[in-house]
């Protein structure tokens, strides 16, 4: 049986200005800024994490993930989420084994 280990982090984002959008596919842009600041901790496990992940029955697992970002005065509009917030948040999980 594996055992895992977890690591919890807030990722707090402060834009420049007071209001902003967001677009809906904003995933893409936050695993990839997640997946650069792992790299400047421990490079290569992060090279192996994006490229290989861990392997159980036939499948790789990349064994992060994170929460859709948390503002508290934000609405949706046609073209994405508009925040009028300082701050907005999200929480991430890495597993370790």
């Known amino acids: 049986m594996l055992?895992?280990?977890s690591m919890?982090?807030?990722i707090s984002l402060h834009p420049e200005k007071a209001k902003f959008k967001l677009p809906y596919n904003y995933n893409y842009p936050l695993a990839s800024a997640i997946y650069s600041f792992?790299?400047?901790g421990d490079?290569?496990?992060?090279?192996?994490?994006?490229?290989e992940g861990f392997h159980h029955?036939?499948?790789?697992?990349k064994l992060f993930t994170f929460s859709p970002l948390f503002s508290s005065r934000r609405?949706?509009?046609r073209d994405g989420l508009e925040s009028h917030d300082r701050g907005i948040e999200s929480g991430l999980?890495?597993?370790l084994i």
């Open 93 to 95: 999980l890495l597993l």
């Open 38 to 40: 792992l790299y400047q």
């Open 8 to 10: 919890r982090f807030r």
């Open 3 to 5: 055992e895992f280990a």
């Open 57 to 61: 029955d036939g499948k790789a697992f």
């Open 75 to 77: 609405k949706a509009v």
């Open 43 to 51: 490079a290569p496990f992060t090279n192996f994490l994006h490229d």
